[in-house]
C-alpha cells in the first residue's frame, strides 16, 4: 500500500482480515411471513398472540367456520407513519 505522509510517499504492508459478521446466518429456511400493507396500515392474519384485541362481544363471530376456503380473519396490526396517514398512528 503506498501513502503520501508529510508529502513523501511511504510503502507499507496492510494485512487484510475478514469482516465480523452482523447477521446470524439462517441454517433453515424461514417461512413467508403473512400480512398485508395497504396505504400504510398493516394487517395480519388473526392468532393466538393476536386475539386479546378482539372484544369478547365479536370473538364468537370471529371463531365461526369460514365461509369459503382461504377466508381469514385479520387484525390491523400497526399505521406505518406516512403523510397519507396523518391522525391515524395512534
Same mark, same amino acid.
Given at each position: ?5 508529510? *508529502? &513523501? /510517499?511511504? %510503502?507499507?504492508?496492510? %494485512?487484510?482480515?475478514? +469482516?465480523?459478521?452482523? @447477521? ?9 411471513? $403473512?400480512?398485508? #400493507?395497504?396505504g *400504510?396500515?398493516?394487517? #395480519?392474519? @388473526?392468532? $393466538?398472540?393476536?386475539?386479546s $384485541?378482539? $372484544? /369478547?362481544?365479536?370473538?364468537?363471530? =370471529? ?6 376456503? *382461504? +377466508?381469514? =380473519? =385479520? #387484525? @390491523?396490526?400497526? #399505521?406505518? /407513519?406516512? %403523510? =397519507?396517514?396523518? *391522525?391515524? %398512528? &395512534?
Open positions: 500500500l503506498a501513502l503520501l505522509r508529510k *508529502g &513523501e /510517499r511511504v %510503502e507499507t504492508t496492510v %494485512e487484510a482480515k475478514p +469482516q465480523p459478521e452482523l @447477521l446470524l446466518a439462517c441454517k433453515q429456511p424461514l417461512p413467508k411471513p $403473512s400480512y398485508l #400493507v395497504v *400504510g396500515l398493516v394487517f #395480519v392474519p @388473526l392468532m $393466538s398472540p393476536y386475539e $384485541s378482539v $372484544s /369478547r362481544r365479536k370473538i364468537d363471530a =370471529v371463531l365461526r367456520k369460514p365461509a369459503f376456503e *382461504g +377466508q381469514q =380473519v =385479520v #387484525v @390491523l396490526l400497526m #399505521v406505518l /407513519r406516512a %403523510e =397519507v396517514n396523518i *391522525g391515524y %398512528e &395512534e
